[in-house]
């Protein structure tokens, strides 16, 4: 895809209108047949123009939605080239963002098992704006970031019967391959010595074995160490626990937030980021077999914390407790993991947020300001001293599972923090993705399937972090 600056030669234009003010068109008359009603609403000319309705207080999630959605109405169109409007909502770099990202993000699709697929044939993309160095470097982020998701995406969209444990191997491998990156990779022998217990126990009905792997990329003179845990249950039946089959449905999602991890790391490589950056990824498989670890059981975690398993279908939080503590073995300045962890978090925040936890209400608050210019939604989850009781057991450290329907995603979340040191519970975030990391509707500039969650709020966190924008 080429990019362009002021470009009118193009098959499509794309325009914005705010407070339905229609004075400064000459066809007046042609939005009043339409029904055209401003906010929401795109109307289509037959001289090729395409005007997307803008409300009066823009986001940049706003913003981005708004161009997604007009692009998915033309891109299957027969159309080579695209020009569309730049808008300045506060910050030259990030408008630039997110209007190209908006675009690049509507274009894609996963529809590698149709027999005819419908791909668009736009090649080029002119952004109407005389570009400044800032308005470069955000089409830039918008395009290392799109390319980025692009890989998540096709990752998570990928069907369990051909990704397993196995492949992420091979993906993180091709990835520290082509990028320079570090990468270890172990498997059931080397986390059965260093007593990670929880991971092999949901891997254990598996006819792939556990892969723990550990990318890292290293710049010189970097400014801080930042350690990324990804949840990477490359599909989750509930095992013994077994989930009803309308809940098993879209399972090949829960590797989402592993997926992202290897995200951030392709554009933090991309972007040149002073920061060193690792990567850690506990793949698994929940399954069903004459090996499966049981409810009832009891685990003694690599922390040396023994979780009482009253669900096998809270598993993901076993298998993130071992590796946050390999994390931590890292001594990261700043530990955060993602993970669509559960389903108490898509009640209470909608399939459009994700929730952000841990112990430090100052690095909460900074990270969700931060999410705010990547167009992802997110909301502080505090914690509870009286949540922590639902899951307290009475025969180990800690149950897998509150003893209450209520809160869960952050009982799931105050889990986690039992195995976060004293030393890094100031640096630990906690991002349950589970709400839009994989949408069975399409809406806004993401297509139905999955959606990347995760990428762009922590690059551009990182960005923010550094001061460089």
């Not at 159309?79 to 997110?98: M, Q, T």
């Not at 498989?285 to 685990?299: R, T």
């Amino acid at each position: 895809m080429q990019i362009v600056f002021n470009d009118t030669n193009t098959d499509f234009k794309v325009c914005f209108i705010q407070n339905k003010d229609l004075s400064k068109f000459d066809d007046d008359e042609f939005f009043k047949i339409n029904d055209y009603k401003g906010v929401g609403s795109i109307c289509n000319l037959a001289k090729r123009t395409l005007y997307i309705g803008l409300s009066e207080e823009l986001t940049y999630a706003s913003l981005i939605a708004s161009v997604g959605s007009a692009i998915k109405t033309i891109k299957n169109l027969n159309i080579k080239s695209l020009s569309i409007e730049y808008l300045n909502i506060g910050c030259e770099f990030y408008s630039a963002y997110a209007i190209i990202y908006g675009v690049l993000a509507a274009l894609y699709e996963f529809n590698k098992y149709q027999k005819e697929p419908k791909n668009s044939k736009i090649e080029l993309i002119s952004l109407l704006v005389n570009a400044s160095d800032d308005i470069k470097e955000g089409v830039r982020l918008a395009e290392v970031l799109a390319n980025a998701c692009e890989d998540v995406k096709n990752i998570v969209n990928e069907i369990p019967s051909t990704y397993n444990q196995l492949s992420f191997e091979q993906d993180a491998l091709k990835l520290a391959k082509e990028f320079d990156l570090e990468c270890n990779i172990y498997s059931d022998d080397y986390m059965q010595k260093e007593g990670m217990n929880a991971f092999l126990a949901v891997n254990r009905a598996s006819a792939y074995p556990a892969k723990l792997i550990h990318l890292a990329y290293k710049p010189k003179n970097a400014k801080k160490r930042i350690v990324y845990v990804g949840k990477g249950l490359v599909y989750d039946t509930g095992g013994l626990s077994l989930k009803p089959a309308d809940y098993m449905l879209t399972m090949k999602a829960d590797k989402s937030g592993a997926a992202a991890v290897l995200g951030i790391l392709k554009a933090a490589k991309l972007l040149n980021l002073d920061y060193e950056i690792h990567g850690i990824i506990g793949a698994a498989q929940n399954c069903i077999s004459e090996k499966s670890y049981m409810p009832d059981d009891v685990v003694i975690s690599k922390e040396g914390v023994s979780i009482e398993v009253r669900n096998t279908d809270a598993e993901g939080r076993l298998v993130l407790a071992d590796c946050l503590s390999f994390a931590q073995d890292l001594k990261p300045d700043l530990l955060i993991d993602l993970a669509t962890l559960t389903g108490a978090c898509v009640v209470g925040l909608s399939e459009y947020t994700s929730g952000i936890m841990g112990y430090n209400e100052e690095l909460q608050n900074e990270f969700y300001e931060n999410s705010k210019r990547s167009g992802e939604y997110t909301c502080v989850l505090h914690f509870n001293p009286h949540i922590k009781e639902l899951i307290k057991s009475k025969i180990a450290d800690v149950s897998n599972t509150g003893s209450s329907r209520y809160g869960g995603a952050i009982s799931a979340g105050m889990f986690l923090g039992e195995f976060i040191r004293k030393e890094y519970k100031d640096k630990w975030l906690h991002l349950d993705i589970a709400g839009p990391a994989y949408l069975e509707k399409a809406w806004g500039e993401n297509s139905y399937g999955a959606s990347a969650a995760g990428v762009r709020m922590n690059i551009i966190n990182l960005l923010r972090m550094a001061r460089r924008k």
